[in-house]
C-alpha cells in the first residue's frame, strides 16, 4: 500500500505566497515522477508542475516564473512554492506519484486525496 500526504493549502489574498507539500510512503521501491496537478469545479484536471527523479521540472506553460517545485528523493518528498498567487489560481490541488512498488513491483500513477487553495481578490 502507498499513500500521498498532502500539506499547506488554504485562503490567502491575491499576490501573497503559498507553499505547498507531499509525502509519499508505504511499499515504495522507486519514484519516477512526483508533480501537481489542479482542478476546479466543472473542469478537467490539470498538469501544474511536475519532476522527474532526475530533477528536470516542467511546469504549464501559465505558471512559469510564478510557482517552483522541488523535490527531495531521500525523503519522497514533493513541494510547490506558489507566488504572486491570483484568484485564478482558485482550486484543489493534488500531489501525484509514478510509482513501483515493493509488493506488487507494479508500477502505475497514484493520488493524493487534494488540498484546498483559494485566493481571493
Known amino acids: 500500500q502507498v499513500q500521498l500526504a498532502e500539506s499547506g493549502g488554504g485562503l490567502v489574498q491575491a499576490g501573497e505566497s503559498l507553499r505547498l507539500s507531499c509525502a509519499a510512503s508505504g511499499s515504495i521501491a522507486f519514484i519516477y515522477v512526483m508533480g501537481w496537478y489542479r482542478q476546479v469545479p466543472g473542469k478537467q484536471r490539470e498538469l501544474v508542475a511536475r519532476i522527474g527523479s532526475g530533477g528536470s521540472p516542467e511546469y504549464a506553460d501559465s505558471l512559469k516564473g510564478r510557482f517552483t517545485i522541488s523535490r527531495d528523493n531521500a525523503k519522497n518528498t514533493v513541494s510547490l512554492q506558489m507566488d504572486s498567487l491570483k484568484p485564478e489560481d482558485t482550486a484543489v490541488y493534488y500531489c501525484?506519484?509514478?510509482?513501483?512498488?515493493?509488493?506488487?513491483?507494479?508500477?502505475?500513477?497514484?493520488w493524493g486525496q487534494g488540498t484546498q487553495v483559494t485566493v481571493s481578490s
Open positions: 501525484y506519484a509514478n510509482m513501483l512498488r515493493t509488493d506488487t513491483r507494479s508500477r502505475r500513477d497514484y
